[in-house]
């Protein structure tokens, strides 16, 4: 069953504490991409990632690190210097046709992170 | 930074009838996506349109690409309850190597 996962569902944190989102793909894509939604808004990238080991911040990096250690896998920290965290998560990942040729994005079910 | 802008912000509609929504935006292109999202869940995408081409159809679903004023449309024909959900056009810019950038979206309410 192909598809991209994400983990946990609903997440709660304690101010000043860091959190991991776990994302993960077995759709063999290179690119993946993580965005941010706050109610009534659309999407803003926050990182993204072309190949293994590699990754590029997007529109709203700071207070958020990423790695890229496999292909499969794209894990999102939000760390205790991101001012305003609470928000849905939401992780895509993409492939390409012919050079850079980007196609549709295909996107997880999202982890809502509550900051208590 | 949102480039991609929809029109309307919500929009209501009995069964049967057509929704239609816009999406305006501001630079050059390589494709312009369109895609659904049901209340608190991810997004699915529904149709892709490169630069080059005008219109595109998928099913119940039509979009149109006007490149001359960088705008878009889709139209929803005989909508049903099931299609109750936001719309977002997201547009891949000509140097943006896959990254999309995301409208606000149209909250598209169907009645029975």
């Known amino acids: 069953d192909g598809g991209i996962t994400q983990s946990p569902k609903y997440l709660f944190r304690k101010e000043g504490q860091n959190v991991t989102l776990s994302c993960e793909q077995n759709?063999?894509?290179?690119?993946m991409y993580w965005y941010r939604q706050d109610p009534g808004q659309g999407l803003r990238l926050i990182y993204y990632?072309?190949?293994?080991?590699?990754?590029q911040k997007g529109d709203i990096a700071e207070g958020y690190s990423v790695s890229r250690e496999k292909k499969e896998s794209f894990p999102l920290t939000v760390t205790s210097a991101q001012k305003n965290p609470t928000a849905f998560y939401l992780c895509?990942?993409?492939?390409?046709?012919?050079?850079?040729?980007?196609?549709?994005?295909?996107f997880g079910p999202g982890t809502r992170l509550t900051v208590l | 930074s949102q480039q991609g802008e929809e029109d309307p912000q919500a929009l209501s509609i009995q069964e049967g009838e057509n929704a239609t929504m816009n999406c305006s935006y501001k630079t050059s292109i390589n494709n312009l996506q369109w895609y659904r999202q049901n209340s608190g869940r991810g997004l699915v995408h529904l149709i892709l349109i490169r630069s080059n081409e005008r219109e595109k159809h998928s099913g119940r679903l039509r979009v149109t690409l006007d490149t001359s004023k960088k705008s878009s449309s889709l139209l929803i024909t005989a909508s049903r309850a099931a299609d109750t959900a936001s719309y977002f056009c997201a547009t891949d810019a000509s140097d943006s190597w896959g990254k999309l950038q995301f409208g606000a979206g149209t909250q598209v309410v169907v009645t029975p």
């Open positions: 759709l063999n894509h290179d690119a």
């Open positions: 895509a990942s993409t492939g390409t046709s012919g050079v850079s040729s980007y196609n549709e994005q295909f």
């Open positions: 990632s072309q190949i293994v080991n590699d990754f």
